[in-house]
């Protein structure tokens, strides 16, 4: 698919707001952290369908990383990601410098409070945090219409969703599946981390969920559930969590209800690997 016109590229908040006031609406906007796989594309293919104008943003946003991970090896391939979204249609990057968005004496932060805390948050507890804070100064700067975001991470998109509603951010969020390998692997930016021996058992991961889905399917209890889908997953991946959440608040649920997630995070070595599937109405 060829672009009709040519991607225009901004890196400070006052070209991103110039570039943006000339764009055509609705207008959706996929923020990123670069490093662009097919699930990143979807989004903007998801955004392209709905709207007149896309707007992508590539930003390492270092306050969602905790001390000691994986910020400064995070992969950044800034050219690539250029030229992935002028083919997939995207009219403006906004790809600032860490400095545009926090500027020496920035102090603001968005806490969601509990649900920021739970699963990803009480690993990695200042997470959500950043999270809430970066989508929402980018929002500010680029008020689009539609946000997306993939259903990869999934309490990323209820955390996101909470902080639209709570502070009325003039948005609707819009929830893209998630997109896989043929084997079932989601993809994920942090793949590439993985050893071949890793990656090779990495779809032990989506194939746990499923099972664990089946069984509350089938009337066990959560407790049930996860104990007998627990072997499904390989012995070189270590189990953070296996879990059903309602889809709105991510509270624990004892049986299943809709909407809900079920959700599992693992590490195969250093990499943590998420996954989820969308339990619907
Ligand atoms: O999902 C991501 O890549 C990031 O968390 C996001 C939403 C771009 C905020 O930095």
Redesign the pocket.
């Known amino acids: 698919m060829t672009p009709a016109t040519a991607m225009a590229v901004a890196a400070t908040v006052e070209q991103a707001r110039a570039a943006v006031g000339v764009l055509p609406r609705p207008l959706g906007f996929v923020?990123?952290?670069g490093a662009l796989h097919p699930g990143h594309l979807a989004l903007v293919a998801a955004a392209r369908a709905e709207c007149a104008s896309v707007v992508a943003?590539v930003?390492?946003?270092p306050a969602?990383f905790g001390p000691g991970e994986d910020f400064e090896r995070y992969p950044r391939d800034y050219a690539g990601d250029r030229a992935k979204l002028e083919h997939a249609g995207a009219s403006l990057l906004f790809a600032p410098e860490s400095g545009a968005i926090y500027p020496p004496g920035y102090s603001t932060v968005i806490d969601v409070g509990p649900m920021g805390a739970r699963y990803e948050g009480a690993v990695r507890p200042t997470h959500f945090r950043?999270?809430a804070t970066?989508?929402s100064k980018?929002l500010n700067v680029v008020r689009p219409d539609v946000l997306y975001?993939?259903q990869k991470?999934a309490q990323?998109t209820a955390v996101?969703r909470k902080m639209v509603r709570d502070l009325d951010v003039p948005v609707r969020v819009q929830i893209v599946p998630t997109v896989r390998e043929d084997d079932g692997v989601a993809l994920s930016?942090r793949n590439v981390y993985l050893t071949a021996e890793q990656r090779a058992a990495a779809p032990t991961l989506h194939a746990m969920l499923r099972a664990f889905l089946g069984r509350l399917r089938e009337g066990a209890s959560g407790e049930a559930a996860a104990r007998e889908a627990r072997p499904v997953l390989s012995p070189l991946a270590q189990l953070d969590y296996l879990d059903l959440v309602d889809a709105d608040t991510f509270e624990p649920l004892a049986a299943l209800r809709s909407p809900a997630f079920a959700i599992a995070a693992v590490r195969f070595g250093n990499t943590r690997l998420l996954d989820n599937i969308w339990v619907a109405r």
């Open positions: 923020p990123t952290m943003s930003f390492v946003n969602q950043g999270v970066v989508v980018l975001v993939g991470d990323q996101l930016s």
